[in-house]
């Protein structure tokens, strides 16, 4: 049967006319940034977002390339979602008489804080970012459930007090996987003033495992984060594209 789409203004939602049948139905908002929604099927409808880079451009001067977190590799890198909601209704019959469904759409992402104290030398740092791999790339719109594909999300952090960074993301969330444990990894990305680029991976799977008081809504925290001090010679060098990882041993 062919596909029926229907716009709704008002958020209480509308009437539409179809012919006597049998019908799925799937509700969701459309008017979120960086949406894409496949909606070839009913049981194959998703929605992912684009694909972007690890570091942006305008915060590394011009850099994009940058490794990867840890164990990740080969992944997709992912813009975040905008709030999404949805809901779905399989399989019902419309005759001639009036017909009411009541489509309840919920929240499809999760929000996912993060704040890392401890953070040396903070003012020579010209540019920083991180992101969170083992995140899922996309949802089902007939589950409602986050598909088996994972992807790296990157995150803009800033500086929120004396040695002190944090930013906040919202993602598709996490596949719960009974055989398998996703490792999760935090890459925090920095640039300082002499244009030497360092990353810090993290192991965040507990934190990201671990039961929230709030639904959807995950807590990271990071005790120490060691930039080494800048090596002033002959100041800025934006030429300068290779990264180093600092290996760090923290105990969580």
Known sequence: RDRVEQAFDDPAGGHIAL??????????????????????SYDGAYVTTSTTDVVSASTFFGTKAAPLPSGSEGHSVRQQPSLFYADTCSL?????????????????VDTIDVRVEGVKNLDYVVGMSAAISGLSAAVSLSQLEPLEELCI?????????SGTIGGSMLTFGRRVNEQQEEQHTLTIYTML?????????????DQMTEESTVPGHIEIDIPDLPIPEPIKEGGFHPELSDWEEVVIDIDM
Not at 26 to 38: H, K, S, T, V
Not at 153 to 161: F, H, L, Q, T, W
């Open 92 to 108: 019902f019959t419309v005759d001639m008489n009036h017909t009411s469904y009541l489509m309840r759409p919920k929240l499809l």
């Open 153 to 161: 999300v990157p995150m803009a952090v800033e500086r929120i007090g």
């Open 19 to 40: 012919s006597r049948g049998r019908y799925h139905a799937l509700a969701f908002n459309r008017d979120g940034d960086g949406i894409e929604l496949y909606l070839d």
């Open 193 to 205: 003033d002499d244009g030497k680029k360092y990353y810090f991976n993290f192991d965040v799977t």
